[in-house]
């Protein structure tokens, strides 16, 4: 999901726009004077593969081969160390650049859509901005594709449900009641026939419909994988077990006697340890057993967040309902879910459709973004998953009892009985695991931590009157000391005994983490394991804060020691003999890529997201640069990338992938040859919707050549998506695309 919050550091100078009705016409007259060039000449410079996200020009892959790359990279909007051009040819080539709305790929690939937002499949439809994807081989020419769809963009959504769908939904007169109360509403304490109801009913509902989880089978065909529909489809959405209660989703683990309390603090939905329904399912995770696990990220979108002492949550009136069309926020709200029972890891099998879906709490309710597993006989489970929040903590879990055979589906009881750890790093490339568990102390980190390196302090804890759900924050040592004196260990701020208690510590993870001292990282994306060395691989999306949160300055440093840099990392975690199940285990870090532009010391790309890592230890990555305009500023499109694990190009990112405009690529995964890539395209047109012909932007930019000169930069970048149709005036729809060689070969060749 996009970072709302995030900030830009870049010399974007935005051209004053032109009234709408002159937009278009003023806009390209504008562009072809600035540039010099006629309308002709600017779109035969497309053509002819002048377009920075074309494929390389003529003779720079035979170099590219020479250079020992397995392929010739992109040429992304900025000069890169890896372009094959020199300083003259930088400034001259990047002089003038246009961003265009299509996925791109090298030379000798291709990409075709498999499955798009709206397509048939099983009890509903494919739904809106797909993300996680993980493959589920059934037999040499068949596969399950099991798919995450996370949230909804308004915009899109809104613009293109009638085409999709097939009816239209009452947005305007929705908005229009809405916003004569303010823009939000308690839906549940609506009378029965106030005329708001219905039509609000109506849009939560379908909003819901559109999310969560899905499985659609494919096959491999000559021309490569294609949908392929079969028995195996399903789809499980926000609202799944709403109306058919033996669908609800069943909780495992220590925070189910929590949801079967009789007296509590809190809301209570009625359901005891059941579930209704899955949503902000982000990435994930697969077992080698079979089974997929997602993650439910940015749950606090659509329900209470805040959990009191007892781990239950108040009630759904804190999170209203509200829609503006730009904003459609507090989905949970009309149908009164409860807040503690979203934001887990929730395990399903693709082969089983008829084995109901579970949500492990034994590891822990934060804003997970993905889980990495790691299964070997005789030692315990190990998963490793990231809060993407600023200040969320990186996770492990590990299992009471021990794996006998990584293969077998009983595993997944090994995901119901463990201890859940959080990280605390040391600027020295050290580390340990603190256990989440009552008896630890409370040690959260000093404010003047941070005032050493100029930043406010933003330490969220359990709030210190017990009474009320959600965080205080720490902002002085005195407050800090304070604070332990009167909470000695985390079994003060969650009273209670047996799994009550911990099912609380473990409902609550992120403030009790912050408050046993873990170190607060810079938005931990996603985590995956590499197959060679055993390494945890980590990107952190974005350093600085939020104001609820604050990456450790004395870890998250830019390449020039910023103590706030916006533009990510990517981690090696090497964990020292997690198999052994000690708890207070250590480990050692060190940071392996930098985001950033090159002249201040980055490698190019920017916010990095998801990564895949193939058989011979490459790295796929994938961006989530966004903001008001996901293509507003000098990083342009989002983009994949790999690190290459040897050769002369090892660690050398080279581009990989350019998307369309205003999306993001998530959800990289291979089939079993490793000769297709599969990737989400997730909300094209996420800011301007449908892009109509001549909706552009000219954006000004200063860049740094190889040899260190500045230049400027203009730039094209159209606004709003036809993606994948690619014609004007159609809707973008987010959707799956299957990349692979032309010659069919496997993807490095
Ligand atoms: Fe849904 Fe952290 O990305
Ligand atoms: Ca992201
Ligand atoms: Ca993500
Ligand atoms: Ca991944």
Redesign the pocket.
């Known amino acids: ?1 996009p970072a709302w919050d995030r900030v830009d550091h870049n010399d974007t100078r935005r051209l004053v726009p032109t009234p709408e009705s002159e937009r278009c016409f003023s806009r390209r007259s504008l562009l072809i004077q600035l540039l010099g060039l006629s309308a002709a000449a600017i779109a035969g410079r497309a053509r002819a593969g002048g377009s920075p996200n074309h494929s390389a020009p003529l003779g720079l892959a035979s170099m590219n081969r020479a250079a020992g790359r397995p392929f010739a990279p992109l040429l992304g909007p900025i000069p890169l160390p890896s372009d094959g051009l020199n300083a003259a040819a930088q400034r001259s080539f990047y002089a003038r650049v246009m961003l265009r709305d299509q996925l791109v790929v090298p030379e000798g690939y291709r990409s075709d859509v498999l499955l798009q937002w709206g397509d048939p499949l099983g009890s509903g439809r494919f739904g809106f901005n797909n993300d996680y994807l993980a493959l589920t081989p059934l037999e040499p020419a068949r596969a399950l594709l099991t798919v995450n769809f996370e949230y909804i963009s308004p915009r899109p959504w809104c613009a293109g449900y009638k085409q999709v769908m097939g009816r239209q939904l009452p947005f305007d007169r929705l908005k229009e009641l809405l916003s004569g109360r303010g823009g939000s509403v308690d839906a549940l304490a609506l009378a029965a026939d106030d005329p708001l109801r219905q039509p609000l009913l109506e849009v939560a509902t379908a909003a819901l419909e559109d999310v969560g989880i899905g499985v659609a089978e494919i096959a491999l065909q000559p021309q490569g994988w294609r949908r392929h529909s079969g028995r195996f489809d399903r789809r499980l959405n926000g609202l799944t077990g709403l109306n058919r209660p033996q669908e609800q989703l069943r909780s495992s683990g220590p925070a189910a006697a929590v949801f079967l309390r009789r007296q509590r603090l809190g809301y209570d939905d009625g359901l005891g340890d059941r579930v209704i329904g899955t949503f902000a399912n ?2 994930g995770g697969q077992t080698p057993w079979g089974t997929v696990l997602s993650a439910e990220e940015n749950v606090q979108t659509h329900v209470v967040e805040p959990v009191h002492a007892d781990g239950s949550s108040p009630s759904p009136a804190r999170r209203p309902f509200q829609f503006d069309g730009e904003r459609l926020e507090g989905l949970g709200n009309p149908f009164g879910l409860a807040g503690n029972k979203y934001g887990w890891v929730v395990e399903i099998d693709p082969r089983r459709p008829e084995r109901p879906a579970v949500k492990h709490t034994a590891l822990g309710r934060f804003r997970h ?1 993905a889980v990495a597993v790691r299964a070997r006989a005789g030692e315990p489970l190990v998963l490793y998953s990231g809060c993407d929040r600023h200040g969320g903590h990186l996770y492990r879990y590990v299992s009471e009892a021990v794996v006998r055979d990584p293969r077998d589906q009983a595993n997944s009881r090994l995901l119901e009985r463990g201890r859940l750890e959080v990280a605390r790093f040391q600027p020295d490339g050290s580390g340990r695991w603190i256990r989440l568990q009552p008896q630890t102390p409370v040690e959260p980190l000093l404010p003047s931590h941070f005032e050493a390196f100029e930043l406010p302090a933003v330490l969220p804890v359990p709030h210190s009157d017990r009474s009320q759900a959600g965080a205080e924050l720490l902002r002085s040592d005195a407050d800090q000391r304070a604070y332990r004196q009167r909470f000695g260990t985390l079994a003060e701020l969650y009273p209670g005994n047996g799994d009550e208690q911990l099912g609380a510590i473990l409902i609550d993870a992120h403030l009790a983490a912050t408050a046993v001292g873990a170190t607060p990282t810079a938005r931990p ?1 996603d985590t995956e394991l590499d197959p060679r060395t055993g390494d945890l691989l980590i990107t952190f999306t974005a350093g600085g804060s939020d104001g609820e949160g604050q990456a450790d300055p004395a870890i998250f440093r830019g390449p020039a020691g910023e103590s706030s840099w916006p533009y990510g990392w990517l981690m090696r975690l090497q964990d020292e003999n997690p198999g052994q199940g000690k708890t207070g285990g250590a480990f050692r870090w060190r940071m392996v890529a930098t985001g950033g532009t090159p002249w201040e010391g980055g490698m190019g790309f920017a916010n990095p ?2 990564l895949a890592v193939d058989r011979a230890g490459n790295v796929w990555m994938v961006t ?1 640069r966004a903001s008001v305009n996901g293509s507003a500023d000098v990083f342009g499109n989002n983009s994949c990338w790999l690190f290459p694990a040897a050769g002369p190009a090892a660690g050398e990112p080279l581009l990989f992938a350019t998307g369309p405009i205003e999306c993001e690529l ?1 959800g990289p995964c291979f089939d079993p040859s490793e000769s297709t890539l599969f990737l989400s395209v997730q909300h094209p047109g996420e800011d301007n919707a449908t892009h109509q012909q001549g909706q552009e932007e000219i954006q000004a930019y200063s860049l740094v050549d190889r040899d260190g000169g500045r230049f400027e930069q203009l730039r094209q970048v159209p606004l709003g998506s036809n993606w994948p149709s690619g014609r004007s005036g159609q809707i973008p729809r987010p959707g799956v695309v299957a990349i692979r060689r032309i010659d069919g070969a496997p993807l490095l060749g």
């Open positions: 999901m982000c990435a973004e994306e997201d998801n989530d998530t």
